[in-house]
């Protein structure tokens, strides 16, 4: 059984491994076409273009595990039923369910690969990707929002205009309130760098309101303790469902404890946790579609099958994530729904079948 084991998962695993180069490789193409638009903003010119679009493929290549296993276990299975080898494993006393855990081994090798991939390689990636293009484009990190990047760190609300490279920041103003409500002191710095754990500000200009009156005071250098932290900030640049698991447990307590709305990256959070194994239920999907197909099936109508069932569930995947947003829906149910009805479909197309 081990070697009828290693045959299923081996043809499995070939054949997704062939699919998925292929279709990053078309994918890429396409971005890289897509980037060309912005040659020639700053010194953003072809080689850049390269750099950045091959620092996005780990990101490019997580979002197209599902479909890649999809299609590749519908060929490598559709093969091996093609050449009539389903037929002799089951006629030689090879039980559904068995193939069944044959094929799912090679499944729980694409979610490993796909956990790295998103947990490790990708997030990292894409932020250097991110900023390499804004350096490029802007020779620094430009907001795009209209007033800045805006937080609040307990009683205080703090806006920076303009994010550097290296963990430093431009042009901040840190607004600070009793428990009141009211304005106590209003402070500009023209200049701040992360060190040893903690901000320096340099050129700060204060304004401190109190019962007797306003002062007014300047300061060349000052040290600022404040839960914002670099890679918190850094966040602005970037999506959050590009994030580490871990860099998203931590903003989502940090706007929580400041009372702040954390529902997008919690829903991004509970993607990152099911996203991968929505590969497992892919491949545990082509399962009942190959044994209910007829060995004429061609290798086209296959390929054609699981791109427009990949294709879909991306789409379902996304759309549920925007509308669990807009209408309040649990994170984990939003975010998990779409793997779990098409495992739900695969589960009922399985039990019909002979």
Same mark, same amino acid.
């Given at each position: ?19 998925? +180069?292929?279709? +990053? ?8 076409? #897509?980037? +060309? ?63 069944? =855990? ?27 990707? /991110? ?7 802007? #020779? ?20 920076? /205009?303009?994010?550097?490279? =290296? #963990? ?10 009793? $428990? ?12 701040? $760098? ?8 340099? =050129? ?11 002062? $007014? $005071?300047?300061?060349? /250098? ?77 290798? =086209? ?54």
């Amino acid at each position: 059984m081990k070697t009828i084991d290693r045959y299923i998962a081996s043809n499995v695993i070939g054949s997704t491994l062939t699919v998925f +180069l292929a279709l +990053l490789a078309i994918f890429t193409f396409f971005s890289l076409i #897509d980037e +060309l638009e912005d040659v020639g903003r700053g010194s953003y010119g072809i080689v850049q273009v390269f750099v950045y679009v091959l620092m996005s493929a780990p990101a490019l290549a997580y979002e197209l595990f599902p479909m890649a296993a999809l299609i590749g276990a519908l060929l490598g299975l559709g093969s091996m039923m093609h050449n009539g080898e389903i037929t002799v494993v089951r006629c030689a006393g090879v039980s559904k369910l068995r193939i069944v =855990g044959s094929v799912m081994k090679a499944a729980v090798l694409f979610v490993a690969i796909a956990m790295a991939v998103g947990e490790f390689i990708a997030p990292p990636a894409e932020g250097y990707a /991110r900023q390499y293009r804004s350096m490029a484009i802007n #020779d620094r990190i430009v907001l795009q929002t209209r007033n800045g990047f805006w937080a609040r760190d307990a009683n205080s609300f703090i806006n920076i /205009r303009e994010i550097l490279p =290296g #963990d430093q920041i431009k042009d901040i103003f840190i607004y600070e309130f009793d $428990r009141e409500s009211e304005l106590r002191t209003s402070t500009h710095a023209k200049y701040a $760098r992360y060190v040893e754990d903690q901000w320096i500000l340099e =050129g700060i200009s204060q304004t401190i309101i109190s019962h007797s009156g306003i002062e $007014r $005071r300047t300061v060349d /250098r000052a040290a600022w303790d404040s839960l914002l932290r670099p890679d918190l900030i850094a966040l602005v640049a970037t999506q959050p469902d590009t994030l580490s698991l871990w860099t998203l447990v931590k903003y989502i307590r940090f706007l929580n404890t400041n009372g702040q709305s954390a529902r997008r990256y919690e829903h991004a959070l509970w993607v990152k946790v099911t996203y991968p194994f929505a590969s497992a239920v892919m491949v545990f999907l082509a399962i009942p579609m190959v044994l209910r197909a007829s060995r004429s099936t061609t290798v =086209g109508h296959r390929v054609l099958i699981g791109g427009l069932i990949g294709m879909g569930f991306h789409l379902l995947n996304q759309a549920a994530g925007h509308l669990g947003i807009v209408y309040d829906i649990a994170p984990a149910l939003s975010a998990g729904g779409p793997a779990l009805a098409m495992a739900i479909i695969g589960f009922i197309l399985l039990a019909r079948t002979a």
